[in-house]
């Protein structure tokens, strides 16, 4: 049997020890296999500095491993004790508006700090030597949702000093500074590293370059503190995968460059509390209020899935919503069977493991209304007989792995941190475009991986670029020298990695591959609709529109009351480049040509509907309230489900 | 004669000497018979540490008082002098953002300051000693509008001592708070009472039960604030009435706990102003932008007249809208009639004396713009010959007493609390539901009390309960003693004291009272609605789901798309408990439902017209624009007015 | 040939040296005759304290005025070196919210910092010292963009103690204070001017009179600031014109006082960034999104042209947008055609010179998206040949000069801070209530001069007053002895320079003009609609609305529920009041009527047509995208198009 493994969240400092033994066994019972424990546990292990307790988890572990798991121990950084501020309160961070930020909930520690390093190393080289080589302790979690409640970057002294000494090793000379900064601008000429500050509470917008440099340098410091940590944890339990935690929809570090050596990469998955708080528009919010968008899933395990960056790694949901959550404007409850989707789709994109999050609510703190796999008086709830059914199918289902998919969509965080800098227009949102683009795409039925621009990409066959504002000259040289094909969005390649602007202008060292210059840029209201015709079609487009001039042929072009004619959509043998933001259909039509070209073959479906592989599993996802049949293939031999899907339904076939 | 005992706030240093005495007369003249002053003296008073100037008080009181007026006195401490600021800048109150709020305006004192206590004592004994046995001085007030501008809270360093002190008493030992708290969640386990901050400018949530301790430790400050003064004031005048001053739709501070020992209490009534800052709906606002809600005056005497919890006190509006204010983000006009109806109906509702702010507008300071009954120049205003007419008509009405009336609607203030630091869904707001059942209520013609939890029930036949998050086992263990029916809402008895999960989870103990269990809650996005079928109708719901177990009779079901069928009300002999918010005429149905059941009889009335009873007197009050006609009944005899009832109008009968 | 003198900002320190020469060259091949240097260039020539480095900018004024070009030179006060922030970190200014604006971009001084004060003025007497006499250097700039970025306050410790000096320097005496500002209201009574602080973060709004004061000190600040600087280079740099750089819409501090005794006066013009920032509803948004609003240019140069109020002095546009920018939420571009009606119709409301920013867009900083005549790479951009065809047309353009307007609208700024410090309703906005006054006297083809209270009104024969909140008997006296007809918005007179109610309440000593009293006033909110009937048609106002007794002729009357009847516009013959804040159609009527009664002939025209007169030319601009006639009149002879006006088109023609 494969399918997912499956695993839990558990906090045995929660619950009488009594409990341990039996919630072990009802785990097994269950079918789970992994058991995440410690992330918030430093306090009680260390409760004063340098005295420690280790009883109470050496007895969970060898609890919960003696039932039959495999526990997933996590350093315990991400809520450093109250003593530890007490001695130094300097490692609290500091917010964009100045105030420290207090001890009393949790990530109270600024990433800047070495003070705080320092610590976290030590109680990381504790666990590691105690646990390392427990046989029990079969994977390790660094840290614990890295940057939530913004705490990527922080205002602190420590930041500040650690912010100049980057700058000094990075400039050598003040001089060099004055100049890639472009301090001339406003007379804003530095004398000396010390002399610079944080780029926030200015009286206007602060220097491109500065703002920028100093999240280059907050994001190092994210790949420095996992880093370190994650050294000293697989040096002491080699074998073992050391995973980071990350969070869907963040993007206030590089998770490329935080990844690391590291085996596999985890995220949190919450499709209903991200879908509340994300950028969808009301009416599909409205639509996907109890299975969150289709494609959240997809799109962030193809996302933090190693394999599209090629390092053979896997990837993990650490934590999966289980019911409604507590945290977001309002949390309803999963339709019946979304659960049961969720688990299976994150399989189907990658996941070889998913844990829920978490075994039992808790009778108290800020997430007593978070539900979890049994309410606190341990009875089960909703996700409980879905995870069962789970574990019945899976038997059934042979060990496959994913393939590459013929498709990578870059995505660029520095870019995102651009867009915040300089940003233009409001209608311009790197995630939604990326959002827009990934939805587009997967109406055709192809499958993409969503990858860094580091990444080898000589296996794909097309390579989409909706919105990377960085220009950067070591990746646009690669795919000169690979013959894939490109889709590039408006504003790529607009900014050096200095936040100036690229000889020449946008879109930079693009032009190397599409014969196109942008002369200017305007963006644009809500509300104000620009169209463009498209072979005989006019869709709307919107927010961002670009003037250029091109020696490659034109394909679409505008049609609206402004300079009508003017170029919207310029094309050569290997690239399409659009000067709008498209709409949705607009994008299908573009994607789907591109596919075209590339070989890749188009299989469109409805936005309700889901389909990918796993090497040669199909499987179908029904998001929507309706039956939804997918077309019989030759072949084809369902294991799970048939043709027709009913709603919150799915299928699994292999294909031969 | 009876009716309304009629006054006016006054403040005599505002104007020339020359003029007070012929105020005194006009004011006489009018049909006044209180006039309240003194509550912004003390700098007036006391303009130097210990430098009294009484001369002007002393004139003043004996101006005013020999021209046949009674005076009501307030301690000053609404406003401390400059001076005492400059000798002790830590009395200044701090706000959420960890600002110190400074002098300028008024209220700039930290609740939990002892040393402003300190001067808050001396100077209310300088006032009782000097006044409290004049012969004018009839009443007093306690400090003025306690908490407003958000003054409730204060997050200075006396707060943190003040707080460290109180959960010292509480919790004796820190484990017990640790343990109390569940600070095992996120490790935030403290080691010493003096650890412990105040429950702002975390990086997350703050631990609910450290922010819920910390809101209970603050009411608490207010409590002894006032409950301090007003025992020196007691001591040094005895047999006047001694009052606290509130606000309308003020919930941050206990106000059951705050009346403390005094006979009779006090509220601001400003029923535009609070319509324009208020939570009803914009087409609800427009409709009553010129008389307020019919509801405002009434459900604000049903709580805080005394009577409803027993003490036998009464109930005066210390301060009456006569015209257009100042404060609001606009400021219309009343209609024509609109004070006279606030008058009559406070007066129905239980209040025996109705305040007027103030007897003529200031021509200077922040106020200027907020109407009197006369302009700054000194001719009548609006108001006046309202006024005028209430003396009039109240020349033919007997002395009367309300009774108390066969329905009880609770309203717990920590329950407020808990629902700001646990809100789990932006559509659940106490203030709402509860205005939302008092107005079903009254729609049904029915009379309510608005009590506390801890009030003598025993009278009441039928209790309802909208919003009580926090379980109160004292109170159901009362119930059960009881044979009252109620009605619960949802969230009832979900949360302890202590911001835990209750034993079982909700409805807590409540479920002595119904057989029935909560599994799961769930909030939802406005515009989203939820539909309940019940008797054969349909009705729409929304904002907030519960699903439950139940051994009880399930009378209501939801039929949308989501786990159509499950229970949505629920009853048995004695109670109704409903799983969802639901709308007007729901909720009409249901008390209605309730009402009969407890014997009590219906008169349906329509939402612009509302009917009281003082004693054997009946009171109709129209709010709407057209005429409307209320039944005749046996016995009557119309006193003000007749069966037809123009616009802004209304009559007094007595039944026989 | 005459018509708009031409030129360019233009940052020679952002470019290689070896460019300076061609760009002076290409200036002048198109036809530019001036050139802006120097504002941001502090750290630039003293790059250390004492130490500087005029061998740049000597070299630079000496290349663009060999060229042929004019320079303004700045002071460059606008930036201050960062070596001065580290010497002087108190001159960085502070913001509401009670913290420091740090050191990062631009403008981070404070106004009421006299160590800063006094190094600008030793900076400027550097630079006039320098560059006085030189023969290029032909006008100056005193810093730039006073006030914006919400500069013009500051809550420094400067501004603390300047403020109280200037307080004791004005009441002399504290008690005086207390009696001015009414402090005994909520007993605010000061002992001494040290006790006095600034009036932000109090707990409620502080007392008004202490506000406005603050606003008036903080003004003369700004006036101080400009005009010892513009003393200090008039005197070293005789003969040439010394100007002010205001902004378009920034009311915060009193303008016709701080334009001091220069010459000319110049603002910076920005018509979209403006319009998306502006206060517009979103439909004339929408509507103007490439043109900006048809009364942008001409409203702000009958507000800044010194014509208006009488010194003989001309107009500049400092900075005019020449495509897209980067700072408003979006940054359209302008339609073609729009920036040469910009050109046009700044020189026919009385601008002598208009300045484009920018030569060439800055590849780097924050307006790298700024768009200027070139792009970054020195390709044209789009207003480039737009600005060759205005060479080309002002050729047959014979010089003029414009008459004074037959009628004054006065513009008050102390009346803008009164209506923030003393709202009383949202719907009332002293910003939309004179642009909708505007727009109406322009659609009547009427002539205005925009003015303050205190210029010489003798040969106007109306004199428009929307929103003088602020009584001024000086200026009603002249009034009186002037027999101009006036029209009067309400709320006029309301409050006195102290922020008291006058004598017998509004409308203050304008009682002497009109025979009316208004006895309560009221603010409704948006939605709430009220009708006035004026001579049989019945009218939409809303917002504000009084109730007033008068003696005066009413003519129109409100009709809707609330005292149908009553006066809604009172007049005399001389004065029209109104009592509300009417719409369009209302003020159109209105203003017609008055115009009629003063003898000056209107010529009813559509909003998207605008027409003016420069002496003896005529000029109209069509900023619709439609075609609009124009009706020929006798002796017109076109010098520019013709009768029939395309889209974004112009005429201009001369009338015998």
């Known amino acids: 049997m494969s399918g997912p493994e499956l695993g839990v969240c558990y906090y045995p400092e929660h619950w009488d020890r009594a409990q341990w033994s039996e919630d072990a066994r009802a785990m097994v019972d269950l079918g789970l296999s992994w058991v995440r424990i410690g992330e918030f546990s430093w306090a009680l292990v260390e409760s004063r500095r340098g005295q420690f307790d280790w009883e109470w988890l050496d007895t969970a572990v060898e609890t919960l491993g003696a039932a039959g798991l495999r526990i997933m121990l996590c350093t315990p950084t991400a809520a450093p004790p109250r003593w530890l501020i007490a001695d130094h309160p300097e490692v609290l961070p500091v917010g964009v508006d100045g105030r420290v930020r207090d001890f009393g909930s949790r990530r109270h520690y600024c990433l800047s700090s070495d003070v705080y390093l320092g610590h976290a190393k030590r109680i990381a080289r504790h666990f590691a030597e105690r646990y390392g080589q427990n046989p029990y302790v079969r994977a390790w979690q660094i840290d614990n949702e890295i940057g939530d409640h913004d705490t990527a970057i922080s205002y602190s002294q420590a930041a500040l000093f650690g912010f100049q000494v980057w700058l000094r090793r990075r400039y050598l000379e003040i001089d060099a500074l004055n100049v890639a900064w472009g301090t001339v601008f406003w007379g804003q000429r530095y004398e000396d590293f010390s002399d610079i500050g944080l780029p926030i509470g200015t009286v206007a917008e602060p220097n491109p370059a500065h703002a920028f440099d100093f999240r280059c340098y907050s994001s190092e410091r994210i790949a420095l503190f996992l880093g370190t940590q994650a050294e000293i944890v697989r040096a002491h339990s080699p074998g073992r995968p050391v ?86 404007r309002h949390n309803p409850s999963p339709a019946d069977g979304a659960v049961r989707l969720w688990t299976w789709i994150a399989y189907a994109h990658g996941a070889d493991a998913v844990l829920f999050f978490r075994w039992r609510q808790a009778p108290f703190g800020p997430e007593q209304f978070h539900t979890g796999l049994h309410r606190s008086d341990g009875t089960p709830d909703q996700a409980f007989g879905e995870i069962s059914r789970i574990v019945d199918e899976r038997q059934g289902i042979p060990a496959t792995e994913r393939s590459p998919a013929p498709v990578a969509m870059i995505l660029d965080y520095p870019s995102r941190w651009a867009q915040a800098i300089l940003p233009q227009g409001q209608g311009y949102c790197g995630e939604e475009i990326t959002a827009a683009w990934y939805r587009a795409i997967r109406n055709l039925g192809i499958e993409v991986d969503v990858v860094g621009p580091s990444v080898d990409i000589s296996s794909y066959e097309l390579i989409l670029v909706p919105d990377m504002l960085v220009d950067n000259v070591e990746f646009v040289d690669r795919m000169c020298r690979h013959d894939a094909h490109l889709v590039l969005g408006p504003r790529c390649g607009s900014l050096t990695p200095g936040m100036r602007t690229p000889e020449g202008g946008a879109p930079g060292s693009f032009r190397k591959l599409v014969n196109l210059t942008v002369e200017r840029v305007e963006s644009l209201p809500d509300g104000h609709e620009e169209y463009v015709e498209l072979e005989g079609e006019t869709f709307r487009a919107g927010g961002w529109r670009e003037h250029v001039t091109t020696g490659d042929r034109v394909i679409g072009r505008f049609t609206g009351g402004f300079r009508p004619g003017s170029p919207a959509i310029v094309e050569n ?84």
């Open 243 to 328: 995973l980071h935690n990350f969070m869907a929809g963040s993007y206030d570090f590089d998770h490329h460059r935080s990844m690391g050596e590291v085996d596999e990469t985890g995220f949190d998955s919450y499709p209903l509390g991200n879908l509340v708080h994300g950028s969808l528009p009301e009416h599909e919010k409205s639509r996907w209020l109890r299975t969150g968008s289709p494609d959240y899933q997809g799109f962030h395990c193809d996302l933090y899935r190693r394999d599209g960056y090629g390092s053979g790694g896997r990837l993990w949901i650490l934590e999966q919503q289980p019911g409604p959550v507590n945290w977001a």
């Open 573 to 656: 043998d290997r690239v399409i480049y659009l000067t709008t933001l498209a709409g949705l259909s607009c994008l299908e039509k573009v994607l789907a040509k591109a596919a075209k070209r590339a070989g890749i073959a188009s299989y469109p479906i409805s936005e309700g509907l889901r389909v990918t592989y796993r090497g040669q599993l199909g499987f179908a996802f029904n998001f929507s309230n309706e039956n939804v049949d997918i077309p019989e293939r030759p072949g084809q031999r369902f294991l799970i489900g048939g043709c027709r899907l009913g709603p919150i339904d799915m299928a699994v076939w292999t294909q031969t």
